[in-house]
């Protein structure tokens, strides 16, 4: 008899301990299995580059091509026979008065399609044969509120306005061949568009203006060998807020400058600030002036002083986020490595 009770107080435990192990895996893996699906025809896991355009359509770059998500529909938009097969490697929609288009950088060059974006847009191609623009292997496009277009190139950088192509005199501060040193990362423009941040893997963050005679000009770069508070010299992720205070997400950190004296002003936010990991590969901010940091371990909040981290067992497909656009209605949109995760009212939508 104490035999049979033993045994049936080892099978009791046993039970126990399934179950709990159940209730675990059910906590974390739960939110994946809710996910959505973006639904036939798309395959892409990896969300790289995003924007959004004047209708409030979400834009991605995925290893797959470009995707969009208007609300209720995902779709895939490879069709177009001269986007067809090109290697894109950015995006970015003009919301500009004379924009109304999707600009696409690609190692062919850069690409403005017209709107409405279908299989028919009618499409213009920039390169060095047929344009001013330095180097045929677009990296990187980004356009400014007031219609500055800045490209980065394997030559340099270029910007176009007005149907016309500024004139580089910054080639005493960076050589045309800068890049291949440093490689670029990531673009921003100030508010007014007339100064580019650009983000370098080992050389900190480079400056390009506009001058007073429709030239570009370099000013010194943000770098720590400067000397200057910024945790690293490899930049994953720059964003000007609103009120020009300038985030440089990095692989240490995120270092942030208020004011225009290149030597001060400086801050540094990190995991022991509150950040949910030092890798941040995306910045961006909501109307109300919440910041998001996209890290390799998850999504981090900064409303005023007060942090709050959201990652996979909160609802997000994936930690690693490596871009985030915020649309017009303050919905977050987070590009994975595993899909898309949206953050609207405080509740996680997540797609794959």
């Given at each position: 008899m104490a035999n049979y009770k033993l045994k049936l107080q080892k099978s009791t435990h046993r039970k126990i301990q399934q179950l709990a192990l159940f209730i675990i895996l059910l906590i974390f893996i739960n939110?994946?299995?809710?996910?959505?699906?973006?639904?036939?025809?798309?395959?892409?896991?990896?969300?790289?580059?995003?924007?959004?355009?004047?209708?409030?359509?979400?834009?991605?770059?995925?290893?797959?091509?470009?995707?969009?998500?208007?609300?209720?529909?995902?779709?895939?938009?490879?069709?177009?026979?001269?986007?067809?097969?090109?290697?894109?490697?950015?995006?970015?929609?003009?919301?500009?008065?004379?924009?109304?288009?999707?600009?696409?950088?690609?190692?062919?060059?850069?690409?403005?399609?017209?709107?409405?974006?279908?299989?028919?847009?009618?499409?213009?191609?920039?390169?060095?044969?047929?344009?001013?623009?330095?180097?045929?292997?677009?990296?990187?496009?980004?356009?400014?509120?007031?219609?500055?277009?800045?490209?980065?190139?394997?030559?340099?950088?270029?910007?176009?306005?007005?149907?016309?192509?500024?004139?580089?005199?910054?080639?005493?501060?960076?050589?045309?061949?800068?890049?291949?040193?440093?490689?670029?990362?990531?673009?921003?423009?100030?508010?007014?568009?007339?100064?580019?941040?650009?983000?370098?893997?080992?050389?900190?963050?480079?400056?390009?203006?506009?001058?007073?005679?429709?030239?570009?000009?370099?000013?010194?770069?943000?770098?720590?060998?400067?000397?200057?508070?910024?945790?690293?010299?490899?930049?994953?992720?720059?964003?000007?807020?609103?009120?020009?205070?300038?985030?440089?997400?990095?692989?240490?950190?995120?270092?942030?400058?208020?004011?225009?004296?290149?030597?001060?002003?400086?801050?540094?936010?990190?995991?022991?600030?509150?950040?949910?990991?030092?890798?941040?590969?995306?910045?961006?901010?909501?109307?109300?002036?919440?910041?998001?940091?996209?890290?390799?371990?998850?999504?981090?909040?900064?409303?005023?002083?007060?942090?709050?981290?959201?990652?996979?067992?909160?609802?997000?497909?994936?930690?690693?986020?490596?871009?985030?656009?915020?649309?017009?209605?303050?919905?977050?949109?987070?590009?994975?490595?595993?899909?898309?995760?949206c953050l609207k009212d405080g509740e996680i939508t997540s797609y794959k």
């Amino acid at each position: 008899m104490a035999n049979y009770k033993l045994k049936l107080q080892k099978s009791t435990h046993r039970k126990i301990q399934q179950l709990a192990l159940f209730i675990i895996l059910l906590i974390f893996i739960n939110p994946i299995l809710n996910a959505q699906s973006f639904g036939e025809g798309i395959t892409a896991k990896k969300f790289y580059s995003s924007t959004v355009d004047d209708n409030n359509v979400v834009w991605f770059l995925t290893e797959t091509g470009i995707v969009s998500f208007d609300g209720e529909k995902w779709s895939v938009h490879n069709n177009n026979s001269n986007i067809e097969g090109k290697e894109i490697k950015d995006l970015e929609y003009d919301l500009t008065e004379n924009g109304n288009g999707l600009w696409i950088a690609s190692s062919d060059g850069a690409m403005l399609v017209q709107s409405p974006i279908n299989t028919n847009s009618e499409t213009k191609s920039f390169s060095p044969d047929n344009s001013e623009i330095v180097g045929k292997d677009v990296l990187g496009v980004t356009v400014s509120k007031k219609g500055m277009r800045w490209f980065a190139t394997d030559k340099g950088i270029s910007a176009y306005k007005d149907d016309k192509w500024f004139e580089n005199k910054y080639m005493d501060l960076y050589p045309d061949d800068i890049f291949q040193y440093f490689p670029y990362s990531t673009l921003a423009t100030s508010n007014n568009g007339d100064t580019l941040y650009v983000g370098t893997l080992g050389g900190g963050v480079m400056r390009y203006y506009k001058d007073d005679v429709d030239a570009i000009s370099g000013a010194s770069e943000y770098a720590v060998w400067g000397p200057i508070l910024i945790p690293s010299d490899s930049i994953f992720s720059v964003y000007i807020s609103p009120d020009g205070t300038q985030w440089m997400g990095t692989d240490m950190g995120v270092g942030k400058h208020s004011g225009f004296n290149t030597l001060e002003g400086w801050k540094i936010l990190d995991t022991t600030t509150g950040l949910a990991h030092d890798k941040v590969q995306a910045i961006n901010s909501d109307s109300k002036g919440k910041m998001y940091f996209g890290t390799k371990g998850g999504l981090s909040i900064l409303d005023g002083e007060n942090w709050t981290t959201l990652k996979v067992e909160d609802g997000l497909v994936s930690n690693n986020i490596l871009t985030i656009a915020i649309d017009n209605n303050d919905v977050v949109w987070l590009g994975t490595d595993n899909g898309v995760s949206c953050l609207k009212d405080g509740e996680i939508t997540s797609y794959k």
